[in-house]
């Protein structure tokens, strides 16, 4: 069973950058689609951007052009630069493990506890 565990999150200033980190234990990533998702207060978990093993990618509008997924399959780990970031990107970002890409949550099978990102104007 894989387990995901992100990191890097904290408090930015808009306009600013952060590195998300979600590092995984188990068996290996490199054949697993790996997504990111994040929920703001009160709102619905929304997808992110996710990333097959071939490298293929998968952007939420909001987030095209500002965001970066990579993956580095020998650490084990997928990582989300965030650039030019707004206040409205202030939520908790998750990390997620599947076997076929898509936006909504029922694609991943297993998933991280969450990294806060709150973004100050």
């Known amino acids: 069973q894989v387990q995901l565990v992100e990191s890097g999150g904290g408090l930015v200033q808009a306009g600013g950058s952060l590195r998300l980190s979600c590092a995984a234990s188990?068996?290996?990533?490199?054949?697993?689609?790996m997504g990111w998702f994040r929920q703001a207060p009160g709102k619905e978990r929304e997808f992110v951007v996710a990333?097959?093993?071939?490298?293929?990618?998968k952007y939420g509008d909001s987030v095209k052009g500002r965001f970066t997924i990579s993956r580095d399959n020998g650490k084990n780990t997928v990582f989300l630069q965030m650039n030019s970031l707004k206040p409205e990107d202030t939520a908790d970002y998750y990390c997620?493990?599947?076997?076929?890409?898509?936006?909504?949550?029922?694609?991943?099978?297993?998933w991280g506890q969450g990294t806060q990102v709150t973004v100050s104007s």
């Open positions: 997620a493990a599947g076997w076929t890409i898509g936006i909504r949550m029922e694609a991943y099978d297993y």
């Open positions: 188990g068996p290996p990533l490199s054949g697993y689609v």
């Open positions: 990333i097959t093993s071939g490298g293929t990618t």
